[in-house]
């Protein structure tokens, strides 16, 4: 399974573990990751004490700073549309997107721009799906030295923007109006990726999709896994059984995610509660696991 971390951890279990994020240049690191138990603007954003909103990193990170922006759904607007930016345009560098969700349906007005970083030097934008946006997935145009890969782009106007020394490889395009400009070698993957019901927001692979295998290292193109790996925490402030069961949006109750897994697919439990524990629940065919680095209690 593929992992969240730049590190290998698996099962995604950012929220409970060291992230290990990679050396960074001279300057301040901040983490932004809302799933993390205590995640609050109020934070000094550090991996143990992360802020909850990636604008409060961006209004905390100056010139040679370093943010990381762990997965989630990042439901705030961020100044607008989904933007980040700094009181001096250019002075921000190297923030890393990861295996996060771009979609129109969470509350931006006319879905204008999925990610727009105004702009962002060294960007690193790894393993996220965009999907439903009207104008542009990724706009950063005039930032310098970013880099792309592995990201999804699924029926948006364009699908990302390039700034200068910019390097891409194994992003997949598919129903965009118009495709990536000048693209470089291996820098575009092309292919149906089969998303389960992209309409509604659920922007999981299915069986045939071109995503599956076509990653780095075999893995999946994308924010989610294959087999799917379903995700169940009822303390998150954002926990639904209304939802798809992402990490950074997760199921409320066990019983939903087990409903929903199909032979050969991983549930997930985070924040204390043993699934693998219960007698009560019917777990044939699908493995259940607990998150790296927990105490295993009984729950529902």
Known sequence: MRAATLTGLGMLAIAFCALGLPPAAPGATYVVDQAAAGAADTNPGTEEKPFKTIQQAADAARAGDTVYVMEGNYLQRVAQGFMVTT???????????????????????????????????????????????????????????????????????????????????????????????????????????????????????????????????????GALEWPNVYYVDPRHPGASDEGFGYAGWPYKSAGKALAVAETGETVVRQNGIDLAGRKDVKVEGIEVANTLGEAMVGGK
Not at 125 to 139: D, K, S
Not at 142 to 150: A, H, I, T, V, Y
Not at 193 to 218: E, F, H, M, Q
């Open 87 to 221: 009181g001096t345009p250019g002075t921000m560098a190297r923030m890393t997107f990861l295996n996060n969700i771009f979609w129109k349906g969470l509350g931006w007005d006319r879905c204008a721009t999925g990610l727009f970083l105004n702009p962002v030097n060294k960007a690193v934008v790894t393993n996220n799906t965009f999907a439903h946006i009207q104008y542009f997935g990724l706009r950063n145009q005039k930032g310098d030295g970013s880099m792309m890969s592995g990201n999804l782009f699924y029926e948006i106007g364009i699908p990302y923007t390039k700034g200068p020394n910019f390097t891409g490889t194994k992003n997949l395009v598919f129903a965009c109006k118009q495709s990536p400009t000048d693209a470089g070698k291996d820098e575009v993957a092309d292919g149906d990726p089969n998303l389960a019901a992209p309409n509604s927001g659920n922007v999981r692979l299915t069986k045939g999709s071109a995503a599956i295998g076509a990653g780095a290292d075999g893995g999946a193109i």
